[in-house]
């Protein structure tokens, strides 16, 4: 399994947890999360576990609360034109949820309890090549919070104890 994270900042917690396994940095956003799923697919990868934080939409979720993505849809698309694609697997004892994979924060919620930036296009290159998916989301804000309320620290701590334990099973 291929453990992907959007950024370097996101990997680092990880790393420092389970020094000995190999992350990959897929980079911000759908294009660059696009182009590194299907390079590695290209070598010949074919399970993915995507980790990252994410801003929640609904209130019943806390800073630092780590969930895995069910669903994943681009958010702002014309409604012809919109999809939901389906996480292969999702990691056990996590609360599921739906996502939209926005290119700015702060899109309308339309049934999403979250949004992030890259889960939509690793999930649509594993729909379309076969290959296996799930992604899991620490909360590090609620969308429409100014940034500097964000608590990044603590969402990036519980994630990577939540990869560590999702691997080790």
């Known amino acids: 399994m291929i453990i992907l994270?959007?950024?370097e900042l996101e990997a680092?917690?990880?790393r420092a947890l389970c020094p000995d396994v190999a992350v990959?940095?897929?980079g911000v956003g759908m294009a660059q999360t696009a182009a590194c799923v299907a390079r590695l697919i290209a070598e010949g990868e074919r399970?993915?576990?995507?980790a990252g934080i994410a801003g929640a939409y609904d209130s019943e979720l806390a800073k630092g609360d780590v969930v895995a993505v069910a669903e994943e849809r681009v958010a702002g698309l014309p409604m012809q034109f919109s999809r939901t694609y389906r996480a292969t697997?999702?990691?056990?004892?996590?609360?599921?949820?739906?996502?939209?994979?926005?290119?700015?924060c702060g899109a309308e919620?339309?049934?999403a309890e979250v949004e992030n930036m890259e889960g939509a296009a690793l999930y649509a290159l594993c729909e379309e090549?076969?290959?296996?998916?799930?992604?899991?989301?620490?909360?590090?804000?609620?969308?429409?919070?100014?940034?500097d309320e964000w608590d990044i620290p603590v969402a990036l701590n519980n994630l990577a104890r939540a990869v560590r334990e999702i691997i080790s099973k």
């Open 12 to 14: 680092a917690p990880f």
């Open 5 to 7: 994270f959007p950024t």
């Open 109 to 111: 919620a339309c049934g």
């Open 129 to 147: 090549f076969g290959a296996e998916c799930c992604e899991v989301r620490a909360i590090s804000n609620m969308v429409g919070e100014p940034r």
């Open 47 to 50: 399970e993915f576990l995507l």
């Open 24 to 26: 990959k940095i897929c």
């Open 89 to 104: 697997s999702v990691p056990e004892g996590l609360r599921t949820v739906r996502s939209n994979t926005v290119s700015a």
